[in-house]
């Protein structure tokens, strides 16, 4: 069911805000017939929706506007066996349709396929709400980044993308079955829309997830690294152990400077460990650069037998 996804979770959120007065009403009711609304010939205007609360929030909006209750049939089986699919129509239109609308919105309605625009703050918020709960969608956390709305022709689509702009959003644009859908991919771009359409639990849920993947990958490349550095040691340990036991088969123990036989005793004991804790293993202790030239030496005079 559409609720049990991130979208229908947003779209709850969002269902539970009201317009700020009745000229955002209009248009975040203009915004629902835009994403998920009809005229339908002879039989008024229809809209069709998956969310429960877009359901319930329209019955309200379009009470509030027209002073009518809207008639609700609810198709059980849904889309795919996905859950309802929830039907509001009303019979007669409210309002006569004037002359040069584009057919996209009720009458008495905020047209923005017909031009119009939405001038403040509060309306473009709500127009873009109403839009998104018609026809929109977005990816949950995990499941990579992607928010669409979905809406009927290029001129409408051209309308909705210069008030995204106007956000600083830069949506992309495909084609979804004779409709337009205007897309947002990067993640700060989804969080700055969804936080402008007031779905802020939203928005944490996104963050949340982006900081423990940040921490994760954080710690993935410490643990990389730190990998790395341990191989590199264990790898230079294991050569160095090689060279002081081809010195001693050439020299025998005797036959080593005092001052390196101890070092060459303790790395053969120890052939993984790091050079400062060699040190610490010495009597007396020695620094790591000490130890570091002691072995240095060893190697020298190895090599300087094994060429002789």
């Given amino acids: 069911m559409i609720r049990d996804t991130f979208s229908g979770q947003v779209k709850d959120e969002l269902a539970r805000l009201w317009p700020a007065d009745g000229t955002a009403l209009a248009w975040e009711l203009a915004g629902l017939c835009l994403g998920c609304g009809m ?6 205007w229809r809209w069709r ?23 609700l049939v609810v198709d059980r089986r849904g889309r795919l066996g996905r859950g309802n699919v929830y ?5 007669e239109p409210p309002e006569p349709a004037g002359a040069g609308g584009s057919g996209l919105v009720l009458a008495g309605l905020p047209d923005p396929g017909a031009g119009e625009q939405p001038r403040r703050r509060q309306d473009r918020q709500a127009f873009l709400r109403g839009l998104f709960l018609g026809a929109g969608s977005v990816s949950g956390p995990g499941h990579g980044y992607h928010a669409e709305v979905v809406v009927p022709g290029a001129a409408a689509a051209r309308r909705v993308a210069a008030e995204l702009r106007r956000w600083g959003l830069r949506p992309g644009r495909a084609r979804r079955r004779g409709r337009v859908g205007l897309y947002l991919k990067e993640a700060d771009q989804i969080a700055e829309f969804l936080g402008r359409l007031g779905a802020h639990q939203a928005v944490l849920a996104l963050e949340n997830h982006r900081v423990v993947k940040g921490m994760r990958n954080q710690v993935n490349r410490l643990v990389n690294a730190e990998t790395a550095n341990l191989r590199k040691a264990v790898d230079a340990g294991l050569r160095q152990v090689a060279a002081i036991r081809r010195l001693v088969e050439a020299v025998g123990w005797e036959g080593l400077p005092p001052s390196l036989r101890e070092v060459a005793r303790v790395r053969i004991e120890h052939p993984s460990a ?23 030496r060893l190697q020298a005079l190895a090599a300087r037998y094994q060429e002789g």
């Fill in 39 to 44: 005229p339908v010939e002879g039989k008024g």
């Fill in 49 to 71: 929706t998956e969310s429960a609360a877009t359901a319930r929030l329209l019955v309200r909006l379009v009470r509030a506007r027209y002073g009518v209750t809207p008639r």
């Fill in 87 to 91: 039907e509001l129509w009303l019979d």
């Fill in 274 to 296: 790091s050079l400062r804790d060699l040190g610490q293993l010495l009597d007396p202790p020695l620094s790591k650069s000490a130890v570091g030239h002691r072995i240095r």
